[in-house]
């Protein structure tokens, strides 16, 4: 009887410990599958607006397949060169480093005010772009046009990161163009990979973020801003970054840069 007992308590020991084991793994399984649909959903939303950010006034700049919503800047129509879509990017075609040499740069059709700009980009090696924003096209160019700027660069490689009229730095990726330095510890990813900018700008306090971290804030009518104005390379532009509104300008600098996920919306007016 004690045999028999014995036996009987070890089968059920092992009964259970093989019925645990395999609703671990159940659930080890259900959670890669889970994982798995996460990230096909991801994928699936590029180029998209979710619900979330339809209700929230979000406008899709770029579908992935058409550039409706830009033309080139003193133009009616968007580039014929320089500029190309593949694979659901917007690419900045390579022509050796020539600023607005090739396609040239190309703006939003509607102007902005108070606003809330997000892009995903990826640089090649040495390469050179921008954001613009509170774009002008008053002043006529050969180069590109006027606007304050979040700059798009590899700072590893281009020679553009260590110059700067308000000190070194200031021509760094995600900074303000020559006038407010992004911090070194600032979140890039490497060459080669996606990094996301944000741009918020609110009566007159404006915000740039880099894959989710606030990297640097301004108020572009104090006389802090003014001052770095004049003593950058803007100077001589009458009324430069103080216009009310202007339009958002993707940077031909002649580098190959990768473009996706463009939205924006407009802020509602205090």
Known sequence: MKILNYFTLAFAATFLFSCGNSGQQSAETETTETEAVNTASTEAQENTLSSDEQQNGWKLLFDGNSVDHWRGVHKENFPEKGWYVEDGMLVVEEASGAESGNGGDIVTLDEYTDFEFVVDFKLTEGANSGIKYYVTEQYSSDKSAIGLEYQVLDDDVHPDAKKGNNGPGTRTVSSLYDLIA????????????????????????????????????????????????NNSKYKDWDGFGVWESGHILLQDHGNQVFYKNIKVRELPAS
Request: without cysteine; negative net charge; hydrophobic residues 30%.
């Open 182 to 229: 992004a911090p070194q510890s600032k979140p890039i990813n490497p060459v080669g990979e996606w990094n996301h900018a944000r741009i918020v700008s609110k009566d007159g306090q404006v915000e740039h973020w880099l894959n989710g971290e606030k990297v640097l804030e301004y108020d572009r009518f104090s006389e802090e801003f003014k001052e770095k104005i």
